[in-house]
């Protein structure tokens, strides 16, 4: 008897309840798959929708992430997860997670906001490798999009979420069957934001700069569900 390996699935909102949906649908009869939730999860659906809800409804396994830590067979796939991944903990090397970025560009915290700060036009999504920094692993897909002139973090964020789904939809077979090459992320191009690189409690706009740079500030914190 082959033993099933098993996929599982960590994170919240849209992309991890559609990400996990499309796995579920591809791949149930051939993998155990099982779910990690945020931990603030309440099981219903906001202004996103949420994962611990879909995987009660559908009998998925939830699962702490300490419970998967020994399984030497596991694929494990961040989506928006909410915890620091340690690599050392786990038996597998198969760790992988989607970045609101093009990577090396906007690592680490807020990337519905610096883009949009930094008159960037394109940003994008990318697959890569769980290792001991933060988003530092090598990558694997990517995929990119056009920022509009007149998008906010909002609608970044949605932007961000759709074509995450589609590099899931587009790379999970390849990802899973280990078809893929590593590429060492370049140093040329990295920048990296942590999470005091805004502070939302306390939000200013600096006012002493160019008219464009004031409109920049004022789209780019401009994300109504959170702030209500």
């Known amino acids: 008897m082959i033993l099933k390996k ?4 960590a994170g919240k909102n849209a992309i991890a309840v559609g990400g996990l949906r499309y796995i579920w649908d591809k ?3 051939d993998y155990d798959i099982v ?7 309440s099981g219903n659906d ?3 929708p ?5 995987i009660n409804k559908v009998g998925i396994t939830e699962v702490y992430i300490e419970q998967v830590y020994d399984i030497d067979s596991l694929i494990f796939i961040s989506l928006e997860y909410h915890k620091l991944i340690n690599p050392k903990k786990f038996a597998t090397n198969k760790l992988y997670n989607i970045h609101f970025s093009i990577l090396p560009a906007y690592k680490g ?3 519905s906001a610096h883009p ?3 008159s960037e036009n394109v940003s994008g999504c990318t697959f890569h490798v769980i290792d001991k920094g933060i988003d530092t692993g090598n990558i694997i897909f990517q995929k990119s999009f056009t920022i509009d002139n007149t998008d906010t973090s909002r609608d970044l964020y949605e932007k961000y979420t759709k074509c995450g789904l589609e590099l899931v939809e587009e790379k999970i077979s390849n990802l899973i069957e280990g078809d893929f090459e590593e590429i060492l992320q370049p140093s040329f191009g990295s920048s990296y934001f942590s999470n005091k690189s805004i502070n939302y409690e306390k939000l200013e706009l600096d006012t002493r700069c160019a008219a464009f740079q004031l409109i920049a500030q004022i789209k780019a914190y401009s994300f109504r569900d959170y702030q209500l």
């Not at 779910?35 to 999860?41: E, G, K, R």
């Open 116 to 118: 949009i700060l930094n």
């Open 35 to 41: 779910a990690i939730c945020d931990q603030h999860d």
């Open 27 to 29: 791949y149930r009869h």
């Open 6 to 9: 098993t996929i599982c699935i």
């Open 50 to 54: 949420s994962l611990r809800k879909y």
């Open 109 to 111: 915290m807020f990337t």
């Open 46 to 48: 906001t202004w996103q």
